[in-house]
C-alpha cells in the first residue's frame, strides 16, 4: 500500500462574503471558460493558478491509479489557512473549505482523504470548530508554524492541542509565512525555498523546547518536509542540552534526538541521501511518504524516490505506506 501523507487541494468555489464583513483578502477562484484552470485571488490580488486536479476528484483519482498510489491525504493550500482574517472570516471560510475537502474524499471511492484547518486566531471558535470533524470524516488538523507571529507551539493553543489528543486527531504542522524575508536576497521564490522550512524547523524545536509531549502524550504531530532544518541542528541541541542542564533539562527532560524521535516527519526532502539520513537520526519507523503534489515541484514517483534512499526493504514500505496507515488507522 501506497500512501501519500503531503498534497494539497484548492476548493472549486468560496463562499461570498457577506456584505457586513469588510475583509478585504476574501479568496475566490476564478475559472478558466472551459474549467480546466483557475486563478485564486484574495481580494484582488491574484495568488497564482491552479490547474483542474487541486479541485476535480476524478482528475486526482486518474493520477494516482497512473503513479501506484492508493491512498492520498489532502490538505488545503497554506495560503487558504486564513489565520490572517477576522475571526469571524476565519471560522466561515475554514468551514467552507473543510466541506469542500470532505466531500472531495467523499466522491473519491476511499482513495483521498482530506484535513481539516482551524480558525487558530480564536480558539474558541477553533474548539467549537472541531466538534464537527466526526462528522466531516476528516483525518486530522493541518496547522501553519505560526499564527499571525505567534508560535503554533504557543501555550494559549494548547487547548486546542488538547481536544485534538481526545478525539485522536494528528496534527500535520507546515512552514507559512515565513519571517524574515527581507534578509533574503535573489529572486522572489527563495523565501518560500529557505523560508518555509526554516518556519517548520521553528515550530518544532518550540514544542520540543516547550515538552508539548509530556503535557498531551498521546498527541501525534507531523512535520512538513523532513521537519525542515531539524537534521542539520539536532546535534547542536544536543551538545547544548548536556553542556546546560540547568537551563535546558528544566524545560526539556529528555534528550533532542530522543524526543524528535517521538514526533512524525513526511519525506518530501527531494533526496534519497537526506531522507536516508532522516531515517537512521529519526526512525524509519516515524516517516511518511509524501509528494507535496499536485505542485509541480513535488516527489512524483514516491516508490522511486523512497528506493533512492537505500534503505532496508521493511523500512522502504513503512514509509510508503505503513507508517501513514498506523497513524491514521486505515486498513489496507
Given at each position: 500500500m501506497v500512501i501519500d501523507f503531503h498534497t494539497h487541494f484548492v476548493p472549486s468555489t468560496f463562499p461570498e462574503r457577506p456584505a457586513a464583513l469588510q475583509e478585504a483578502a476574501w479568496p475566490s477562484l476564478r475559472l478558466s471558460a472551459d474549467g480546466s484552470e483557475g486563478a485564486l485571488?484574495?481580494?484582488?490580488?491574484?495568488?497564482?493558478?491552479?490547474?483542474?486536479?487541486?479541485?476535480d476528484v476524478e482528475r486526482r483519482v486518474a493520477v494516482l491509479n497512473a503513479t501506484g498510489v492508493d491512498v492520498q491525504i489532502m490538505s488545503p493550500l497554506p495560503e487558504l489557512l486564513s489565520y490572517w482574517l477576522e475571526p469571524q472570516a476565519g471560522a466561515m471560510l475554514t468551514d467552507s473549505i473543510n466541506r469542500a475537502g470532505a466531500d472531495m474524499a467523499r466522491r473519491s471511492g476511499g482513495r483521498l482523504r482530506a484535513m481539516g484547518?482551524?480558525?487558530?486566531?480564536?480558539?474558541?471558535?477553533?474548539?467549537a470548530q472541531m466538534a464537527g470533524?466526526?462528522?466531516?470524516?476528516?483525518?486530522?488538523?493541518?496547522?501553519?508554524?505560526?499564527?499571525?507571529?505567534?508560535?503554533?507551539?504557543?501555550?494559549?493553543?494548547?487547548?486546542?492541542?488538547?481536544?485534538?489528543?481526545?478525539?485522536?486527531?494528528?496534527?500535520?504542522?507546515?512552514?507559512?509565512?515565513?519571517?524574515?524575508?527581507?534578509?533574503?536576497?535573489?529572486?522572489?521564490?527563495?523565501?518560500?525555498?529557505?523560508g518555509i522550512p526554516y518556519e517548520g524547523t521553528m515550530a518544532l524545536a518550540g514544542f520540543m523546547a516547550t515538552d508539548i509531549?509530556?503535557?498531551?502524550?498521546?498527541?501525534?504531530?507531523?512535520?512538513a518536509h523532513g521537519g525542515g532544518m531539524i537534521g542539520s541542528v539536532?546535534?547542536?541541541m544536543e551538545l547544548v542540552w548536556r553542556k546546560f542542564p540547568s537551563v535546558m533539562q528544566g524545560a526539556l527532560k529528555e534528550p533532542p534526538t530522543s524526543y524528535a524521535?517521538?514526533?512524525?516527519?513526511?519525506?518530501?526532502v527531494f533526496s534519497g541521501e537526506n531522507l536516508s539520513y532522516l531515517a537512521r537520526r529519526l526512525g524509519a519507523d516515524r516517516i511518511v511518504a509524501?509528494?507535496?503534489?499536485?505542485?509541480?515541484?513535488?516527489?512524483?514517483?514516491?516508490?522511486?524516490?523512497v528506493a533512492s534512499a537505500g534503505l532496508a526493504e521493511a523500512e522502504g514500505q513503512a514509509i510508503l505506506g505503513g507508517n501513514a496507515a498506523r497513524l491514521l488507522e486505515i486498513i489496507p
Open positions: 485571488f484574495t481580494g484582488d490580488r491574484k495568488f497564482r493558478d491552479f490547474e483542474a486536479i487541486y479541485w484547518i482551524l480558525p487558530m486566531q480564536d480558539v474558541q471558535a477553533a474548539m470533524f466526526a462528522d466531516l470524516g476528516l483525518a486530522g488538523i493541518f496547522l501553519g508554524s505560526h499564527v499571525n507571529g505567534i508560535s503554533i507551539a504557543s501555550e494559549q493553543f494548547h487547548p486546542v492541542f488538547g481536544e485534538a489528543e481526545r478525539l485522536g486527531l494528528p496534527l500535520f504542522v507546515h512552514g507559512i509565512r515565513p519571517a524574515g524575508l527581507e534578509r533574503i536576497e535573489g529572486p522572489g521564490l527563495m523565501g518560500a525555498v529557505i509531549l509530556a503535557r498531551f502524550p498521546r498527541l501525534h504531530i507531523v512535520f539536532i546535534d547542536r524521535r517521538r514526533f512524525w516527519y513526511d519525506s518530501v509524501g509528494s507535496d503534489g499536485p505542485t509541480e515541484i513535488g516527489q512524483t514517483d514516491l516508490p522511486g524516490f
